[in-house]
């Protein structure tokens, strides 16, 4: 079965510095990974998704993330946090059986000024 | 950019009445599903939905639960006799294969 699991749930920076979310993947196939954000109150915004090509993947607001198979790791990061990049961050695996996703338990920003 | 669309954005409920929540999926889309995510916590799959029949739901799907397609265009799950712990946001989603995922806005569900 597959299944992601975020270290960490809750990481805080300040803001300019750099933002690293933890998210490791258990899957007997390649995966489909992905990244999610979600603002408050709000739904769910895809930032990016592996999908067996490149393996440093660009999303959007400045995020990537790179797939590392030796380490089954999907890390999110991004260069410089903005306090607008406070949000709850998902990492997700599609599963073969009818492509629903799996989330994990999330990653709650805290950006400080 | 085409979107799933959900109505209503936010649904009180009383405890045992039913609720009928509505999606409309991207139009080429052929996969739809539910997730829900009760508040603080994660995102959890409910049901999955291909060629008019459900594909695979999970144990949150029980027996109050239902999923239709009426008219080729919604997507609707139904919860017959909704429970205090039927509180959550419902999210539909359709994708057109492996990767082409799209998510609602979400429905606030909350059963007094």
């Known amino acids: 079965a597959q299944s992601v699991t975020q270290l960490g749930s809750h990481v805080s920076v300040s803001e300019g510095a750099l933002v690293l979310l933890r998210c490791n993947y258990s899957s007997s196939v390649p995966p489909y990974l992905f990244w999610y954000v979600q603002y408050p109150n709000q739904g769910l915004q895809l930032l990016l998704k592996?999908?067996?090509?490149?393996?440093l993947v660009k999303g959007i607001n400045g995020f990537e993330a790179e797939f590392k198979k030796s380490e089954t790791s999907f890390h999110l990061t991004k260069p410089s946090a903005h306090m607008s990049d406070a949000a709850e961050y998902f990492c997700a695996v599609r599963t073969d059986s009818s492509y629903k996703l799996i989330f994990g338990s999330g990653t709650r920003l805290l950006v400080r000024p | 950019e085409p979107e799933v669309t959900q109505t209503p954005s936010h649904q009180v409920t009383q405890m045992g009445q039913e609720v009928i929540l509505r999606c409309v999926p991207i139009?080429?889309?052929?996969?739809f599903y539910w997730y829900r995510q009760i508040l603080g916590q994660k995102v959890e799959f409910l049901v999955s939905f291909y060629n008019n029949e459900i594909s695979e739901k999970s144990e949150i799907f029980d027996d109050q639960f239902s999923v239709e397609r009426p008219d080729g265009s919604n997507f609707t799950l139904k919860i017959r006799s909704t429970k205090l712990e039927d509180s959550a946001m419902y999210f539909c989603a359709s994708s057109d294969g492996p990767v082409g995922y799209t998510f609602g806005s979400g429905t606030r569900l909350t059963v007094v």
């Open positions: 592996y999908t067996s090509a490149a393996t």
């Open positions: 139009s080429n889309h052929l996969y």
